[in-house]
Protein backbone atom coordinates (compact mmCIF):
# COMPACT_ATOMS: atom_id res chain seq x y z
CA UNK A 1 0.00 0.00 0.00
CA UNK A 2 1.36 3.46 -1.09
CA UNK A 3 1.61 5.92 2.39
CA UNK A 4 2.44 9.57 2.20
CA UNK A 5 5.35 10.97 2.60
CA UNK A 6 5.77 14.15 4.56
CA UNK A 7 8.22 16.87 2.86
CA UNK A 8 8.81 20.05 4.45
CA UNK A 9 7.25 22.50 4.34
CA UNK A 10 4.19 21.05 4.04
CA UNK A 11 2.50 24.58 3.23
CA UNK A 12 4.71 27.08 1.36
CA UNK A 13 2.20 29.82 3.02
CA UNK A 14 1.28 31.76 6.20
CA UNK A 15 -0.99 29.38 8.25
CA UNK A 16 0.85 30.14 11.24
CA UNK A 17 0.61 29.57 15.41
CA UNK A 18 -0.81 25.75 13.95
CA UNK A 19 -2.77 23.62 16.64
CA UNK A 20 -3.90 19.98 15.37
CA UNK A 21 -5.70 17.30 16.70
CA UNK A 22 -6.60 13.67 15.32
CA UNK A 23 -10.05 12.33 16.01
CA UNK A 24 -10.16 8.95 14.81
CA UNK A 25 -8.64 9.01 11.44
CA UNK A 26 -8.60 12.29 10.47
CA UNK A 27 -6.74 15.33 11.64
CA UNK A 28 -7.80 18.50 12.65
CA UNK A 29 -6.18 22.06 12.63
CA UNK A 30 -6.73 25.65 13.20
CA UNK A 31 -4.19 28.58 12.96
CA UNK A 32 -4.38 32.43 13.52
CA UNK A 33 -6.54 34.41 11.12
CA UNK A 34 -5.78 38.13 13.12
CA UNK A 35 -7.92 40.61 10.32
CA UNK A 36 -9.04 38.25 8.12
CA UNK A 37 -12.54 37.33 7.88
CA UNK A 38 -13.79 34.43 8.27
CA UNK A 39 -11.57 33.45 11.18
CA UNK A 40 -9.73 30.69 12.65
CA UNK A 41 -9.98 28.33 9.53
CA UNK A 42 -10.57 24.62 10.02
CA UNK A 43 -8.68 22.42 8.05
CA UNK A 44 -8.28 18.78 7.37
CA UNK A 45 -5.92 16.21 7.12
CA UNK A 46 -6.00 12.27 6.58
CA UNK A 47 -2.00 12.35 6.27
CA UNK A 48 -0.92 15.80 8.12
CA UNK A 49 0.60 16.63 4.14
CA UNK A 50 -2.69 17.00 2.53
CA UNK A 51 -4.23 20.18 4.21
CA UNK A 52 -8.37 21.34 3.09
CA UNK A 53 -10.12 24.23 4.40
CA UNK A 54 -12.99 22.95 6.02
CA UNK A 55 -15.01 25.38 8.16
CA UNK A 56 -14.23 28.62 9.93
CA UNK A 57 -14.63 29.08 13.66
CA UNK A 58 -16.87 32.90 12.85
CA UNK A 59 -17.52 34.86 9.80
CA UNK A 60 -16.66 37.79 11.79
CA UNK A 61 -16.04 38.00 15.66
CA UNK A 62 -17.20 41.19 16.82
CA UNK A 63 -18.61 44.71 14.89
CA UNK A 64 -17.46 47.70 15.60
CA UNK A 65 -15.49 50.88 13.53
CA UNK A 66 -12.03 48.72 13.82
CA UNK A 67 -13.55 45.43 12.68
CA UNK A 68 -15.08 47.26 9.83
CA UNK A 69 -11.92 49.63 8.81
CA UNK A 70 -13.74 52.61 9.41
CA UNK A 71 -11.34 54.00 12.37
CA UNK A 72 -8.72 54.94 10.71
CA UNK A 73 -6.48 52.34 12.31
CA UNK A 74 -8.31 49.18 11.64
CA UNK A 75 -7.39 45.76 13.56
CA UNK A 76 -3.85 44.65 11.72
CA UNK A 77 -1.78 42.14 13.68
CA UNK A 78 -4.59 41.95 16.07
CA UNK A 79 -7.77 40.56 16.05
CA UNK A 80 -7.75 36.66 16.78
CA UNK A 81 -4.21 35.36 18.29
CA UNK A 82 -3.02 31.95 18.51
CA UNK A 83 -6.15 29.67 18.49
CA UNK A 84 -6.10 26.31 20.98
CA UNK A 85 -8.28 23.58 19.05
CA UNK A 86 -9.25 20.34 21.49
CA UNK A 87 -12.50 17.74 20.94
CA UNK A 88 -13.97 15.70 23.87
CA UNK A 89 -16.76 14.06 24.52
CA UNK A 90 -18.10 14.51 20.79
CA UNK A 91 -17.43 18.58 21.12
CA UNK A 92 -15.13 20.87 19.70
CA UNK A 93 -13.67 23.46 21.45
CA UNK A 94 -11.79 26.20 20.05
CA UNK A 95 -10.34 29.17 22.03
CA UNK A 96 -8.19 32.31 21.13
CA UNK A 97 -7.14 35.90 22.34
CA UNK A 98 -8.21 39.19 20.82
CA UNK A 99 -5.94 42.08 21.81
CA UNK A 100 -7.82 44.60 20.39
CA UNK A 101 -10.81 43.84 22.47
CA UNK A 102 -8.87 42.56 25.88
CA UNK A 103 -10.97 39.81 25.77
CA UNK A 104 -10.85 35.46 25.66
CA UNK A 105 -12.88 33.83 23.11
CA UNK A 106 -14.16 30.10 23.49
CA UNK A 107 -16.55 28.57 20.67
CA UNK A 108 -18.22 25.29 20.39
CA UNK A 109 -19.72 23.13 17.96
CA UNK A 110 -20.21 19.27 17.75
CA UNK A 111 -19.40 19.86 14.02
CA UNK A 112 -16.76 20.56 12.81
CA UNK A 113 -16.54 20.72 9.42
CA UNK A 114 -20.04 21.86 8.60
CA UNK A 115 -21.29 23.20 12.49
CA UNK A 116 -22.41 26.77 13.80
CA UNK A 117 -20.05 27.91 16.36
CA UNK A 118 -21.15 28.91 19.74
CA UNK A 119 -19.50 31.87 21.26
CA UNK A 120 -18.89 32.85 25.23
CA UNK A 121 -16.62 35.55 26.20
CA UNK A 122 -14.47 36.12 29.25
CA UNK A 123 -12.84 39.24 30.03
CA UNK A 124 -9.02 40.27 30.22
CA UNK A 125 -6.15 39.07 28.11
CA UNK A 126 -4.86 35.40 27.71
CA UNK A 127 -2.22 35.27 25.59
CA UNK A 128 -1.55 32.25 23.43
CA UNK A 129 -4.02 30.34 25.56
CA UNK A 130 -4.01 26.33 25.06
CA UNK A 131 -6.68 24.55 26.10
CA UNK A 132 -6.45 21.31 28.72
CA UNK A 133 -9.07 18.97 28.95
CA UNK A 134 -7.93 17.07 31.75
CA UNK A 135 -9.23 13.27 32.42
CA UNK A 136 -10.66 14.42 35.44
CA UNK A 137 -13.64 16.34 34.23
CA UNK A 138 -11.81 19.58 34.92
CA UNK A 139 -10.48 21.99 32.59
CA UNK A 140 -8.08 24.44 32.29
CA UNK A 141 -6.16 27.25 30.24
CA UNK A 142 -2.77 27.88 30.67
CA UNK A 143 -1.74 31.19 29.21
CA UNK A 144 1.07 34.04 29.33
CA UNK A 145 4.38 34.81 28.31
CA UNK A 146 7.45 34.82 30.27
CA UNK A 147 5.04 33.81 33.95
CA UNK A 148 2.52 31.67 32.86
CA UNK A 149 -0.81 31.54 34.47
CA UNK A 150 -3.58 28.38 34.63
CA UNK A 151 -6.85 29.33 35.06
CA UNK A 152 -9.99 26.69 35.39
CA UNK A 153 -13.28 26.87 33.45
CA UNK A 154 -16.37 25.34 33.90
CA UNK A 155 -17.39 21.82 33.06
CA UNK A 156 -18.93 23.32 29.10
CA UNK A 157 -15.90 25.31 28.87
CA UNK A 158 -18.51 28.62 28.96
CA UNK A 159 -17.43 30.73 31.56
CA UNK A 160 -14.24 30.73 34.32
CA UNK A 161 -14.86 28.38 37.41
CA UNK A 162 -15.51 30.11 40.43
CA UNK A 163 -13.40 29.40 42.85
CA UNK A 164 -11.29 27.36 40.55
CA UNK A 165 -7.89 27.11 39.75
CA UNK A 166 -6.62 30.77 39.18
CA UNK A 167 -2.46 31.20 40.31
CA UNK A 168 0.49 31.12 38.44
CA UNK A 169 1.61 28.31 37.14
CA UNK A 170 5.12 28.75 36.10
CA UNK A 171 7.97 31.25 35.32
CA UNK A 172 9.95 31.02 32.51
CA UNK A 173 13.55 31.05 32.09
CA UNK A 174 14.96 34.38 32.29
CA UNK A 175 18.83 33.82 31.81
CA UNK A 176 20.24 35.40 28.32
CA UNK A 177 15.97 35.04 26.95
CA UNK A 178 15.09 37.73 24.60
CA UNK A 179 11.65 36.71 24.28
CA UNK A 180 10.53 33.98 27.70
CA UNK A 181 8.35 31.18 26.81
CA UNK A 182 5.04 31.87 25.37
CA UNK A 183 2.45 29.85 22.95
CA UNK A 184 1.10 27.17 25.18
CA UNK A 185 0.13 23.60 23.95
CA UNK A 186 -0.65 21.28 26.81
CA UNK A 187 -1.44 17.88 27.01
CA UNK A 188 -2.14 15.08 29.69
CA UNK A 189 -0.26 11.66 28.46
CA UNK A 190 0.89 8.90 30.48
CA UNK A 191 0.93 10.11 34.02
CA UNK A 192 2.59 13.39 32.93
CA UNK A 193 1.27 17.17 32.00
CA UNK A 194 2.94 18.50 29.57
CA UNK A 195 3.53 21.68 28.03
CA UNK A 196 5.25 23.32 25.02
CA UNK A 197 6.31 26.51 24.70
CA UNK A 198 8.66 28.76 22.47
CA UNK A 199 11.58 30.53 23.69
CA UNK A 200 13.85 32.61 22.17
CA UNK A 201 17.72 33.30 23.04
CA UNK A 202 18.97 36.39 23.76
CA UNK A 203 22.69 35.44 22.86
CA UNK A 204 24.05 31.81 21.22
CA UNK A 205 22.32 30.99 17.93
CA UNK A 206 19.41 33.32 18.42
CA UNK A 207 17.23 32.16 16.95
CA UNK A 208 12.98 30.49 18.21
CA UNK A 209 13.21 26.76 20.01
CA UNK A 210 11.24 24.73 20.99
CA UNK A 211 10.44 24.36 24.89
CA UNK A 212 8.91 21.33 26.72
CA UNK A 213 7.73 21.34 30.49
CA UNK A 214 6.80 18.30 32.09
CA UNK A 215 5.35 17.34 35.42
CA UNK A 216 3.06 14.61 37.71
CA UNK A 217 1.14 16.94 38.92
CA UNK A 218 -0.90 19.93 37.21
CA UNK A 219 0.23 22.41 39.52
CA UNK A 220 3.70 21.69 39.64
CA UNK A 221 6.65 21.39 39.77
CA UNK A 222 7.75 21.36 36.38
CA UNK A 223 11.18 20.03 34.74
CA UNK A 224 12.61 21.94 31.25
CA UNK A 225 14.12 20.43 28.17
CA UNK A 226 15.06 21.60 24.82
CA UNK A 227 13.16 19.61 22.90
CA UNK A 228 14.25 21.38 19.11
CA UNK A 229 16.81 23.90 18.11
CA UNK A 230 17.03 24.27 14.76
CA UNK A 231 16.36 26.15 11.36
CA UNK A 232 15.91 23.63 9.27
CA UNK A 233 18.97 25.25 7.07
CA UNK A 234 16.67 28.62 6.84
CA UNK A 235 18.73 31.89 7.39
CA UNK A 236 18.80 30.95 11.29
CA UNK A 237 14.94 30.88 11.59
CA UNK A 238 14.16 28.17 14.19
CA UNK A 239 10.87 25.73 13.82
CA UNK A 240 8.96 26.07 16.54
CA UNK A 241 6.08 27.24 18.21
CA UNK A 242 3.39 24.31 18.32
CA UNK A 243 2.21 21.32 19.45
CA UNK A 244 1.85 17.24 18.78
CA UNK A 245 -0.26 14.71 17.79
CA UNK A 246 0.29 10.93 17.43
CA UNK A 247 -1.61 8.72 14.60
CA UNK A 248 -3.68 6.10 14.51
CA UNK A 249 -0.65 3.85 14.49
CA UNK A 250 0.48 5.27 17.65
CA UNK A 251 3.38 7.19 15.32
CA UNK A 252 4.02 11.03 16.91
CA UNK A 253 4.43 14.03 14.85
CA UNK A 254 5.72 17.43 15.97
CA UNK A 255 3.11 20.38 13.67
CA UNK A 256 5.51 23.20 14.12
CA UNK A 257 6.09 26.93 11.86
CA UNK A 258 8.89 28.69 10.96
CA UNK A 259 9.03 32.69 9.96
CA UNK A 260 9.66 32.74 6.17
CA UNK A 261 10.24 36.28 5.72
CA UNK A 262 7.41 37.80 3.33
CA UNK A 263 5.48 34.98 2.68
CA UNK A 264 4.66 34.32 6.51
CA UNK A 265 5.01 31.72 8.97
CA UNK A 266 4.48 28.33 7.54
CA UNK A 267 3.90 25.12 8.82
CA UNK A 268 6.52 21.92 9.22
CA UNK A 269 6.24 18.59 10.72
CA UNK A 270 8.86 16.87 12.33
CA UNK A 271 8.67 13.31 13.42
CA UNK A 272 8.55 12.52 17.66
CA UNK A 273 9.99 9.92 19.73
CA UNK A 274 9.88 9.45 23.45
CA UNK A 275 12.79 8.70 25.35
CA UNK A 276 12.89 8.65 29.62
CA UNK A 277 9.39 9.82 29.17
CA UNK A 278 10.36 12.92 27.12
CA UNK A 279 9.25 13.91 23.33
CA UNK A 280 12.50 13.96 21.14
CA UNK A 281 12.15 15.56 17.58
CA UNK A 282 14.35 14.25 15.20
CA UNK A 283 15.29 16.15 12.21
CA UNK A 284 19.49 15.77 13.04
CA UNK A 285 20.38 19.75 11.75
CA UNK A 286 18.92 19.34 8.46
CA UNK A 287 15.62 20.05 6.62
CA UNK A 288 13.90 16.52 6.78
CA UNK A 289 13.12 15.32 3.42
CA UNK A 290 10.93 12.26 2.24
CA UNK A 291 9.81 11.42 5.79
CA UNK A 292 7.93 8.31 5.46
CA UNK A 293 4.75 7.67 7.42
CA UNK A 294 2.18 4.85 7.59
CA UNK A 295 -0.30 7.42 6.96
CA UNK A 296 -2.32 7.11 3.39
CA UNK A 297 -2.11 9.02 0.51
CA UNK A 298 -4.74 11.19 -0.21
CA UNK A 299 -5.48 13.69 -3.37
CA UNK A 300 -3.91 17.18 -2.80
CA UNK A 301 -5.91 19.85 -1.97
CA UNK A 302 -4.85 23.49 -3.13
CA UNK A 303 -4.94 26.16 -0.16
CA UNK A 304 -5.12 29.21 -2.64
CA UNK A 305 -7.47 28.64 -5.89
CA UNK A 306 -8.21 30.31 -9.50
CA UNK A 307 -12.20 31.18 -9.44
CA UNK A 308 -14.20 31.87 -12.29
CA UNK A 309 -16.92 33.08 -10.01
CA UNK A 310 -19.10 31.07 -10.94
CA UNK A 311 -21.37 30.03 -8.10
CA UNK A 312 -25.06 29.57 -7.48
CA UNK A 313 -25.55 31.22 -4.34
CA UNK A 314 -23.81 34.78 -3.11
CA UNK A 315 -21.02 32.23 -1.39
CA UNK A 316 -17.38 32.08 -1.93
CA UNK A 317 -15.04 29.10 -1.87
CA UNK A 318 -13.65 28.83 1.49
CA UNK A 319 -9.79 29.76 0.17
CA UNK A 320 -11.29 33.43 0.02
CA UNK A 321 -11.10 36.00 3.38
CA UNK A 322 -11.87 39.67 3.12
CA UNK A 323 -9.49 42.00 5.03
CA UNK A 324 -11.28 43.21 7.83
CA UNK A 325 -15.06 42.59 8.52
CA UNK A 326 -16.80 42.58 4.85
CA UNK A 327 -20.03 44.86 4.18
CA UNK A 328 -21.93 42.37 2.59
CA UNK A 329 -24.71 44.93 0.63
CA UNK A 330 -21.60 45.89 -1.70
CA UNK A 331 -20.41 42.82 -2.75
CA UNK A 332 -21.66 39.83 -5.02
CA UNK A 333 -21.16 36.99 -7.71
CA UNK A 334 -24.72 36.45 -8.48
CA UNK A 335 -25.78 40.32 -9.34
CA UNK A 336 -24.51 39.44 -12.86
CA UNK A 337 -23.37 35.61 -13.12
CA UNK A 338 -20.06 34.95 -13.66
CA UNK A 339 -18.36 38.08 -12.21
CA UNK A 340 -17.30 39.05 -8.88
CA UNK A 341 -19.21 42.67 -8.96
CA UNK A 342 -17.20 45.33 -5.91
CA UNK A 343 -19.55 48.18 -5.12
CA UNK A 344 -17.65 51.06 -3.74
CA UNK A 345 -18.69 52.60 0.18
CA UNK A 346 -17.40 54.37 2.37
CA UNK A 347 -14.46 56.71 1.31
CA UNK A 348 -10.80 56.73 1.87
CA UNK A 349 -7.08 57.94 0.16
CA UNK A 350 -5.70 54.23 0.78
CA UNK A 351 -5.82 50.57 -0.14
CA UNK A 352 -4.95 49.92 3.66
CA UNK A 353 -8.75 50.58 4.62
CA UNK A 354 -10.58 50.42 1.78
CA UNK A 355 -13.48 47.85 2.83
CA UNK A 356 -14.18 44.38 0.93
CA UNK A 357 -10.88 44.06 -0.63
CA UNK A 358 -11.13 40.43 -0.85
CA UNK A 359 -7.57 37.96 -0.34
CA UNK A 360 -5.92 34.50 -0.40
CA UNK A 361 -2.87 33.90 0.81
CA UNK A 362 0.87 33.73 -1.41
CA UNK A 363 2.86 30.69 -1.83
CA UNK A 364 6.09 30.37 -2.63
CA UNK A 365 8.84 29.59 -3.89
CA UNK A 366 6.92 31.85 -6.78
CA UNK A 367 3.44 32.27 -7.83
CA UNK A 368 1.46 34.62 -10.27
CA UNK A 369 -1.93 36.20 -9.69
CA UNK A 370 -4.32 37.55 -12.48
CA UNK A 371 -7.89 39.46 -12.89
CA UNK A 372 -9.55 40.57 -16.01
CA UNK A 373 -11.90 43.66 -14.93
CA UNK A 374 -14.28 45.83 -16.62
CA UNK A 375 -14.54 49.49 -15.40
CA UNK A 376 -17.38 50.96 -16.90
CA UNK A 377 -19.61 51.02 -13.58
CA UNK A 378 -16.41 52.75 -11.87
CA UNK A 379 -16.98 56.37 -10.73
CA UNK A 380 -14.94 59.27 -10.91
CA UNK A 381 -12.55 58.82 -8.15
CA UNK A 382 -12.61 55.19 -8.11
CA UNK A 383 -9.73 53.10 -7.64
CA UNK A 384 -10.12 49.20 -8.55
CA UNK A 385 -7.38 46.83 -9.15
CA UNK A 386 -5.11 44.59 -7.64
CA UNK A 387 -2.67 44.52 -4.67
CA UNK A 388 0.32 42.49 -3.00
CA UNK A 389 -0.89 43.33 0.81
CA UNK A 390 0.84 44.11 3.57
CA UNK A 391 1.65 47.24 4.97
CA UNK A 392 4.15 47.48 2.18
CA UNK A 393 1.82 47.12 0.06
CA UNK A 394 1.88 47.60 -3.77
CA UNK A 395 -1.01 47.79 -6.23
CA UNK A 396 -1.44 47.66 -9.71
CA UNK A 397 -5.41 49.43 -10.25
CA UNK A 398 -7.51 51.36 -12.80
CA UNK A 399 -8.36 54.78 -11.88
CA UNK A 400 -11.04 56.85 -12.34
CA UNK A 401 -10.99 60.00 -13.43
CA UNK A 402 -13.80 63.10 -14.04
CA UNK A 403 -15.20 62.55 -17.46
CA UNK A 404 -14.39 59.25 -18.96
CA UNK A 405 -10.76 59.04 -18.16
CA UNK A 406 -8.93 56.42 -16.42
CA UNK A 407 -5.09 55.25 -15.63
CA UNK A 408 -3.55 52.41 -15.30
CA UNK A 409 -1.10 53.10 -11.87
CA UNK A 410 1.45 51.13 -9.66
CA UNK A 411 1.06 52.21 -6.39
CA UNK A 412 3.48 51.68 -3.19
CA UNK A 413 2.89 52.73 0.43
CA UNK A 414 3.80 56.57 0.23
CA UNK A 415 4.63 56.07 3.74
CA UNK A 416 1.46 57.51 5.29
CA UNK A 417 -0.44 54.41 4.54
CA UNK A 418 -1.92 56.08 1.62
CA UNK A 419 -1.40 54.80 -2.25
CA UNK A 420 1.64 56.76 -3.80
CA UNK A 421 1.85 56.04 -7.85
CA UNK A 422 5.50 54.61 -8.74
CA UNK A 423 3.75 55.47 -12.84
CA UNK A 424 0.62 56.30 -14.50
CA UNK A 425 -0.48 55.13 -17.89
CA UNK A 426 -3.31 56.58 -19.68
CA UNK A 427 -6.05 53.52 -20.79
CA UNK A 428 -9.04 53.91 -23.19
CA UNK A 429 -10.59 50.63 -22.82
CA UNK A 430 -13.12 49.42 -20.48
CA UNK A 431 -11.55 45.87 -19.96
CA UNK A 432 -7.98 45.60 -18.32
CA UNK A 433 -6.18 42.53 -17.31
CA UNK A 434 -3.84 42.78 -14.34
CA UNK A 435 -0.87 40.62 -12.80
CA UNK A 436 1.32 40.66 -9.85
CA UNK A 437 4.60 38.10 -9.65
CA UNK A 438 5.43 37.08 -6.89
CA UNK A 439 8.85 35.35 -6.21
CA UNK A 440 10.04 34.32 -2.42
CA UNK A 441 12.61 32.07 -3.20
CA UNK A 442 15.53 32.44 -0.55
CA UNK A 443 14.20 35.07 0.61
CA UNK A 444 14.47 37.34 -2.44
CA UNK A 445 10.94 38.71 -1.35
CA UNK A 446 10.26 40.73 -4.72
CA UNK A 447 6.82 41.23 -6.27
CA UNK A 448 6.34 42.63 -10.45
CA UNK A 449 3.22 44.52 -11.94
CA UNK A 450 1.64 43.98 -14.86
CA UNK A 451 -0.87 45.12 -17.26
CA UNK A 452 -2.46 43.85 -20.49
CA UNK A 453 -5.05 44.94 -23.19
CA UNK A 454 -5.44 41.33 -24.19
CA UNK A 455 -4.40 38.94 -21.51
CA UNK A 456 -1.94 37.89 -23.95
CA UNK A 457 0.56 40.82 -24.62
CA UNK A 458 1.88 41.78 -20.96
CA UNK A 459 3.30 45.08 -19.80
CA UNK A 460 5.36 46.06 -16.98
CA UNK A 461 4.31 48.94 -14.99
CA UNK A 462 6.08 50.46 -11.94
CA UNK A 463 9.02 49.37 -10.47
CA UNK A 464 9.83 46.10 -8.24
CA UNK A 465 8.06 45.86 -4.76
CA UNK A 466 10.60 44.75 -1.85
CA UNK A 467 8.19 43.13 0.51
CA UNK A 468 9.07 43.20 3.77
CA UNK A 469 6.51 41.11 6.49
CA UNK A 470 6.38 43.69 9.34
CA UNK A 471 5.21 42.72 12.75
CA UNK A 472 2.55 45.66 12.51
CA UNK A 473 0.36 43.50 9.92
CA UNK A 474 2.27 40.57 11.30
CA UNK A 475 0.78 38.20 8.34
CA UNK A 476 2.66 37.08 5.13
CA UNK A 477 1.72 39.05 2.03
CA UNK A 478 -2.29 38.37 0.51
CA UNK A 479 -3.21 38.79 -3.12
CA UNK A 480 -6.57 40.63 -3.10
CA UNK A 481 -9.12 42.47 -5.46
CA UNK A 482 -10.42 45.94 -4.40
CA UNK A 483 -12.85 48.81 -5.82
CA UNK A 484 -12.78 51.90 -3.03
CA UNK A 485 -14.35 55.42 -3.55
CA UNK A 486 -12.50 58.90 -3.01
CA UNK A 487 -15.22 60.97 -3.87
CA UNK A 488 -18.40 59.44 -4.32
CA UNK A 489 -19.60 56.23 -3.57
CA UNK A 490 -22.14 53.94 -5.85
CA UNK A 491 -20.02 52.57 -8.31
CA UNK A 492 -18.92 49.04 -9.74
CA UNK A 493 -16.35 46.86 -10.90
CA UNK A 494 -16.75 43.21 -12.55
CA UNK A 495 -13.65 40.84 -12.12
CA UNK A 496 -14.12 38.34 -14.61
CA UNK A 497 -11.78 35.90 -12.63
CA UNK A 498 -9.26 35.37 -10.42
CA UNK A 499 -6.36 32.88 -11.97
CA UNK A 500 -3.54 31.49 -9.45
CA UNK A 501 -0.92 30.07 -11.29
CA UNK A 502 2.45 28.28 -9.35
CA UNK A 503 5.36 27.61 -12.31
Not at 391 to 405: D, P
Not at 419 to 426: L, M, N, P
Request: with cysteine; aromatic share 12%.
Amino acid sequence: MNTAIITNPIMWADVPDVDVIRVGSIFYMVSTSMHSMPGCPIMKSVNLVNWEIVNYVFDTFEDNDAHRLLDGKGIYGKGSWAASLRHKDGVFYVCFSSNDMDQFYIYRTEDIEHGIWERSVIPGLHHDPGLLLDDDSRNYVIYGNGDIRIKELTEDLTAVKPGGTDQLLLEGDRTDIGLRIEGCHAYKLNGYYYLFFIEWPRTGNMRRRQICYRSRELLGPYEREIILDDDLGYHNNGVAQGGIVDTPDHDWYAVLFQDHDAVGRIPCVLPVSWENDWPVIRNNGSVPQGIETKLPVAEPKPLVISDEFDYESNRLALNWQWNHNPDHGLWSVTERPGYLRLRTGPFTDSILFARNTLTQRTEGPACSAETVLEISGMKPGDRAGMVALQNGFGTVRVAAGERGQFSIDMCVNGGDGCEEAVESIVFTGERVYLRIDFNFEDSLDQAQFFYSEDGTAWKPIGRTLQMKFTLDHFMGYRVGLFNYATLQSGGYTDFDYFHFIKP
